[in-house]
């Protein structure tokens, strides 16, 4: 007899078109029921509650009464809870975020018991092809997932093994017709066969056992009471089968049983059966920006330096950093991240991002005035501390503010060797915001906040501190204004409309109308961009723009402004009338020593329901595109060629070649490349007739969260016709992103390490007397220079630097981003005791030789490695 699995679930989105304390209300209903049957029905064996513990979480907070209850549950194995903390998107979240929901999960779930081991995700608009690597890294190797697949990928079969490069592999259940198709099913015979006729078709013809799963649940479903009853017509109406309660992990039992499984490899991100969205990516940029820029806070800037304290003698806040990570990974979920929401639901993502950047920007202030107030010198002078915070010295232009009452002062390191500077601004601040005890007692003198620029080389994971000494001469200001802006590795002139001439001289290449902005209709919804058909596009190219070009001895600055005239809304750009505008603001910084434009975009749009990108044209005809996925590196076709069949194929959505990123994109041939580095936007698409042209989506402006019939997405709507009227994005919008060119492909320059780089800046503390919370003087001293590890080779790119979860140990991460394999070598400034390879949950596999106080470790092509020592 074929056996059918019915297995008991809710899905539980904390929030979409309701908000989380709508659907907080309900858990806390259902919940009740859920623990009841499970207490007092025998026969009722399983309960799966979504793979995620920030349910538990919700619930607690109502319910911390019935903690014991839900523990005795988990551990008789009739609750089944974790091993996330959220339903994490894959696309567009970052792969440390992505480790530590599972981390943070499985942490949770060992209060009460253990956690389901499957990588359960069954409703992400798409699957990152580094997931097998990061579940096996936490010892979880069943997946289960609905949407992205098609027979192209290599098997018409929903069970199979997906690997990654490095060799970890999951067996995959897919969920061919989703999650819900057991959702309230009916007791009337004739609506219950005329369901469960179309859905054995479906699943009988992609299973390679006779065993299939018919989930019984749906989104915030409360448990079907009368299950009993459904199952015993489901036996008169199929005698041939099986019907019984059972959980996701029986089925992986009888899979693994088949020795002739395929193997598939990559991502999945193909529409044909189920929507992935792949332009959703750029859905309310305002949301998307915050999250990566608070996600490379967290890892580039917050953990290693916490980690440097740490070292040093101060506590590692693991209570406190846990919090952000919370915080930013309820804002995880796909319906959250995707910004497919209602507008009170956005104002709930904004509200915790803000949270969470203010307790990132508050902790990172914190460590680094702990470490700069402790300092052992007799050197009684205010000081300013420069942190590196990657692996490795670096000589970099330093922009930061000095704070004093001083008129002229220099600048002098441990050493007395006396730094060139130049101040490039000076404004007065009211002593009362430095510290209110100061106008209290009386004193109105007024501080000077100055911005200063200088040049140094500052150690490996570490910091270096200049001392602030008064003299009488008068400080330096090499600025001069510029018609064109000439540094070690370009000359770049600005075009009346705003857009970059750029000539590399080591490429001897010229590169015209860089950031040329590209404008259209967007007639689609929170999902998915809709063009309108036969539109003619507008451009930047005959706007009028002011600009300011500025240089010094440590490189320029560029200011363009311009307002883009645009229709104001859909109508008007069908009638072709254009009344409104964007404002557009580029800051350009271009250091001498380096070959990168750092471009910070500030938008003000007044105009609805389109889409604005800028577009690099790299003179590069290209096949492939190459982006950052987590922990790695992902190749893809600059045109889908799915796009020739897919509605004769009857696609669910029109697959355009519309990707996402993480922290860069890249084009190039044997010879150069040209790359855009990420700080906010994470879509991008190749465009031009040779495929020449990278287009960074700045944003898409819509007002409905679902609609139907659109001409990319025929059909139904996706999520519901609701008016999202912030989602048109008016108003002001800030976006970070880079330029960078390099000799040889973009695997072989390791762009990913430029990347890495561009988000690791160099952060500066300055130590004045005064301060408006006071601290008492701590125990620890500090040295005024520190270092605390060093690469040996520039091979791999570091991920993160942290305290073990568990043990009095540092937790070292990093990967290899391109197509070789790499050595990985680290030398400790302080002798270590032991190293042990561990996997991402910081369990230990084996012993790593340390020699002469250093490490070696080989690291495949996109794999991740961690080290605990």
Same mark, same amino acid.
């Given at each position: 007899?074929?056996?059918?699995? $019915?297995?008991?679930?809710?899905?539980?989105?904390?929030?979409?078109?309701?908000?989380?304390?709508?659907?907080?209300?309900?858990?806390?209903?259902?919940? !009740?029921?859920?623990?009841?049957?499970?207490?007092?029905?025998?026969? @009722?064996?399983?309960?799966?509650?979504?793979?995620?513990?920030?349910? +538990?979480?919700?619930?607690?907070? *109502?319910?911390?009464?019935?903690?014991?209850?839900?523990?005795?549950?988990?551990?008789?194995?009739?609750?089944?809870?974790?091993?996330?903390?959220?339903?994490?998107?894959?696309?567009?979240?970052?792969?440390?975020?992505?480790?530590?929901? +599972?981390?943070?999960?499985?942490?949770?779930?060992?209060?009460?018991?253990?956690?389901?081991?499957?990588?359960?995700?069954?409703?992400?608009?798409?699957?990152?092809?580094?997931?097998?690597?990061?579940?096996?890294?936490?010892? $979880?190797?069943?997946?289960?997932?609905?949407?992205?697949?098609?027979?192209?990928?290599?098997?018409?079969?929903?069970?199979?093994?997906?690997?990654?490069?490095?060799?970890?592999?999951?067996?995959?259940?897919?969920?061919?017709?989703?999650?819900?198709?057991?959702?309230?099913?009916?007791?009337?015979?004739?609506?219950?066969?005329?369901?469960?006729?179309?859905?054995?078709?479906?699943?009988?013809?992609?299973?390679?056992?006779?065993?299939?799963?018919?989930?019984?649940?749906?989104?915030?479903?409360?448990?079907?009471?009368?299950?009993?009853?459904?199952?015993?017509?489901?036996?008169?109406?199929?005698?041939?089968?099986?019907?019984?309660?059972?959980?996701?992990?029986?089925?992986?039992? &009888?899979?693994?049983?088949?020795?002739?499984?395929?193997?598939?490899?990559?991502?999945?991100?193909?529409?044909?059966?189920?929507?992935?969205?792949?332009?959703?990516?750029?859905?309310?940029?305002?949301?998307?920006?915050?999250?990566?820029? $608070?996600?490379?806070?967290?890892?580039?800037?917050?953990?290693?330096?916490?980690?440097?304290?740490?070292?040093?003698?101060?506590?590692?806040?693991?209570?406190?950093?846990?919090?952000?990570?919370?915080?930013?990974?309820?804002?995880?979920?796909?319906?959250?991240?995707?910004?497919?929401?209602?507008?009170?639901?956005?104002?709930?993502?904004?509200?915790?991002?803000?949270?969470?950047?203010?307790? *990132?920007?508050?902790?990172?202030?914190?460590?680094?005035?702990? $470490?700069?107030?402790?300092?052992?010198?007799?050197?009684?002078?205010?000081?300013?501390?420069?942190?590196?915070?990657?692996?490795?010295?670096?000589? !970099?232009?330093?922009?930061?503010?000095?704070?004093?009452?001083?008129?002229?002062?220099?600048?002098?390191?441990?050493?007395?060797?006396?730094?060139?500077?130049?101040?490039?601004?000076?404004?007065?601040?009211?002593?009362?915001?430095?510290?209110?005890?100061?106008? /209290?007692?009386?004193?109105?003198?007024?501080?000077?906040?100055?911005?200063?620029?200088?040049?140094?080389?500052?150690?490996?994971?570490? @910091?270096?501190?200049?001392?602030? *000494?008064?003299?009488?001469?008068?400080?330096?200001?090499?600025?001069?204004?510029?018609?064109?802006?000439?540094?070690?590795?370009?000359?770049?002139?600005?075009?009346?409309?705003?857009?970059?001439?750029?000539?590399?001289? #080591?490429?001897?290449?010229?590169?015209?109308?860089?950031?040329?902005?590209?404008?259209?209709?967007?007639?689609?919804?929170?999902?998915?961009?809709?063009?309108?058909?036969?539109?003619? +596009?507008?451009?930047?190219?005959?706007?009028?723009?002011?600009?300011?070009?500025?240089?010094?001895? @440590?490189?320029?600055?560029?200011?363009?402004?311009?307002?883009?005239?645009?229709? &104001?809304?859909?109508?008007?750009?069908?009638?072709?009338?254009?009344?409104?505008?964007?404002?557009? /603001?580029?800051?350009?910084?271009?250091?001498?020593?380096?070959?990168?434009?750092?471009?910070?975009?500030?938008?003000?749009?007044?105009?609805?329901?389109?889409? +604005?990108?800028?577009?690099?044209?790299?003179?590069?005809?290209?096949?492939?595109?190459?982006?950052?996925?987590?922990?790695?590196?992902?190749?893809?076709?600059?045109?889908?060629?799915?796009?020739?069949?897919?509605?004769?194929?009857?696609?669910?959505?029109?697959?355009?070649?519309?990707? %996402?990123?993480?922290?860069?994109?890249?084009?190039?041939?044997?010879?150069?490349?040209?790359?855009?580095?990420?700080?906010?936007?994470?879509?991008?698409?190749?465009?031009?007739?040779?495929?020449?042209?990278?287009?960074?989506?700045?944003?898409?402006?819509?007002?409905?969260?679902?609609?139907?019939?659109?001409?990319? #997405?025929?059909?139904?709507?996706?999520?519901?016709?609701?008016?999202?009227?912030?989602?048109?994005?008016?108003?002001?919008?800030?976006?970070?992103?880079?330029?960078?060119?390099?000799?040889?492909?973009?695997?072989?320059?390791?762009?990913?390490?430029?990347?890495?780089?561009?988000?690791? %800046?160099?952060?500066?503390?300055?130590?004045?007397?005064?301060?408006?919370?006071?601290?008492?003087?701590?125990?620890?001293?500090?040295?005024?220079?520190?270092?605390?590890?060093?690469? &040996?080779?520039?091979?791999?790119?570091?991920?993160?630097?942290?305290?073990?979860?568990?043990?009095?140990?540092?937790?070292?991460?990093?990967?290899?981003?391109?197509? !070789?394999?790499?050595?990985?070598?680290?030398?400790?400034?302080?002798?270590?005791?032991?190293?042990?390879?561990?996997?991402?949950?910081?369990?230990?596999?084996?012993?790593?030789?340390?020699?002469?106080?250093?490490?070696?470790?080989?690291?495949?092509?996109?794999?991740?490695?961690?080290?605990?020592?």
């Amino acid at each position: 007899m074929k056996k059918v699995h $019915i297995v008991p679930h809710m899905h539980w989105d904390r929030e979409w078109y309701f908000s989380t304390e709508e659907s907080r209300i309900l858990l806390v209903n259902n919940m !009740e029921e859920i623990i009841e049957m499970l207490e007092n029905n025998p026969d @009722y064996p399983y309960y799966v509650l979504d793979g995620q513990t920030s349910i +538990l979480e919700d619930y607690f907070a *109502v319910k911390p009464e019935n903690k014991e209850r839900i523990k005795k549950l988990v551990q008789a194995g009739k609750l089944i809870i974790g091993p996330w903390y959220t339903q994490t998107d894959e696309m567009v979240v970052g792969g440390e975020s992505i480790v530590r929901n +599972l981390l943070y999960g499985i942490k949770d779930s060992a209060e009460f018991g253990s956690h389901m081991p499957i990588g359960y995700l069954p409703d992400s608009f798409g699957q990152s092809s580094q997931m097998p690597q990061i579940l096996n890294g936490f010892d $979880i190797k069943y997946s289960i997932f609905w949407r992205g697949t098609s027979e192209r990928h290599g098997t018409d079969k929903t069970e199979f093994y997906w690997e990654t490069g490095d060799g970890s592999k999951v067996l995959v259940q897919l969920f061919p017709l989703g999650y819900a198709i057991g959702k309230y099913l009916p007791e009337d015979k004739e609506k219950l066969q005329e369901r469960i006729d179309k859905y054995f078709a479906v699943l009988d013809r992609g299973a390679t056992t006779d065993n299939i799963i018919l989930p019984n649940g749906h989104d915030q479903m409360p448990i079907q009471t009368n299950i009993f009853t459904i199952m015993e017509k489901l036996r008169k109406l199929y005698p041939d089968r099986e019907f019984f309660l059972s959980k996701y992990e029986n089925i992986f039992d &009888e899979l693994e049983k088949n020795k002739d499984l395929p193997t598939l490899q990559g991502e999945f991100i193909d529409g044909k059966y189920a929507r992935v969205h792949r332009s959703i990516y750029s859905t309310r940029m305002d949301i998307k920006a915050a999250n990566a820029r $608070i996600e490379n806070k967290l890892t580039n800037i917050l953990e290693p330096l916490a980690t440097l304290a740490y070292s040093l003698g101060f506590e590692y806040h693991h209570g406190l950093i846990e919090l952000i990570w919370k915080e930013i990974m309820k804002n995880h979920a796909h319906d959250s991240i995707g910004c497919c929401c209602s507008d009170k639901v956005h104002r709930e993502i904004c509200n915790r991002f803000f949270l969470a950047e203010e307790k *990132v920007d508050q902790l990172i202030t914190f460590y680094k005035r702990k $470490i700069v107030d402790s300092m052992d010198t007799d050197w009684n002078y205010d000081r300013l501390t420069a942190f590196n915070l990657l692996p490795y010295d670096r000589e !970099e232009v330093i922009t930061t503010t000095v704070i004093s009452k001083l008129k002229s002062f220099t600048l002098i390191d441990e050493a007395s060797n006396e730094m060139k500077f130049d101040v490039i601004n000076s404004e007065i601040i009211d002593p009362g915001l430095i510290d209110r005890q100061i106008v /209290h007692y009386g004193n109105y003198d007024p501080f000077i906040k100055y911005t200063v620029q200088l040049k140094d080389r500052i150690p490996s994971l570490g @910091y270096k501190t200049y001392f602030v *000494v008064e003299n009488e001469g008068s400080m330096n200001n090499s600025i001069v204004s510029k018609e064109q802006i000439e540094t070690d590795f370009y000359e770049i002139t600005v075009n009346p409309n705003g857009t970059l001439n750029i000539f590399d001289k #080591r490429l001897n290449k010229m590169f015209n109308e860089v950031l040329l902005l590209e404008n259209g209709g967007d007639d689609g919804d929170e999902y998915d961009f809709s063009p309108l058909p036969n539109e003619t +596009l507008i451009y930047s190219d005959q706007v009028k723009a002011n600009v300011e070009m500025k240089q010094n001895q @440590y490189g320029a600055a560029v200011e363009i402004q311009y307002n883009l005239d645009v229709p &104001e809304d859909l109508n008007k750009r069908k009638e072709q009338v254009v009344n409104s505008s964007v404002d557009v /603001h580029i800051v350009l910084t271009i250091p001498n020593h380096k070959p990168i434009i750092e471009v910070k975009l500030e938008i003000n749009n007044h105009a609805k329901d389109h889409r +604005l990108r800028a577009l690099i044209p790299t003179g590069i005809a290209s096949a492939f595109s190459v982006s950052d996925n987590q922990f790695g590196f992902i190749k893809r076709d600059v045109y889908d060629s799915a796009m020739d069949v897919w509605e004769q194929e009857n696609w669910d959505e029109r697959p355009d070649s519309i990707y %996402p990123m993480l922290s860069f994109v890249g084009l190039s041939n044997e010879e150069y490349g040209m790359s855009v580095l990420t700080n906010s936007t994470r879509e991008y698409e190749i465009v031009g007739d040779q495929y020449d042209t990278i287009a960074i989506t700045l944003f898409r402006s819509v007002g409905v969260l679902g609609k139907e019939n659109m001409l990319r #997405r025929p059909g139904r709507p996706s999520g519901i016709n609701l008016p999202t009227p912030d989602s048109q994005m008016l108003g002001k919008l800030t976006l970070e992103f880079a330029i960078v060119t390099h000799l040889h492909a973009t695997l072989q320059a390791n762009v990913a390490r430029m990347a890495k780089e561009y988000l690791t %800046p160099i952060h500066l503390y300055n130590k004045i007397p005064f301060n408006a919370m006071k601290l008492n003087k701590a125990e620890v001293t500090t040295p005024v220079q520190f270092s605390f590890l060093k690469e &040996e080779q520039p091979e791999v790119v570091l991920s993160t630097l942290k305290k073990a979860e568990k043990d009095e140990q540092f937790v070292l991460r990093f990967y290899n981003p391109t197509d !070789e394999e790499k050595t990985a070598s680290f030398e400790f400034k302080r002798p270590i005791q032991q190293a042990h390879i561990v996997n991402l949950n910081e369990k230990s596999s084996e012993t790593l030789e340390i020699e002469d106080n250093k490490i070696q470790l080989k690291v495949k092509t996109n794999q991740v490695r961690t080290i605990l020592f």
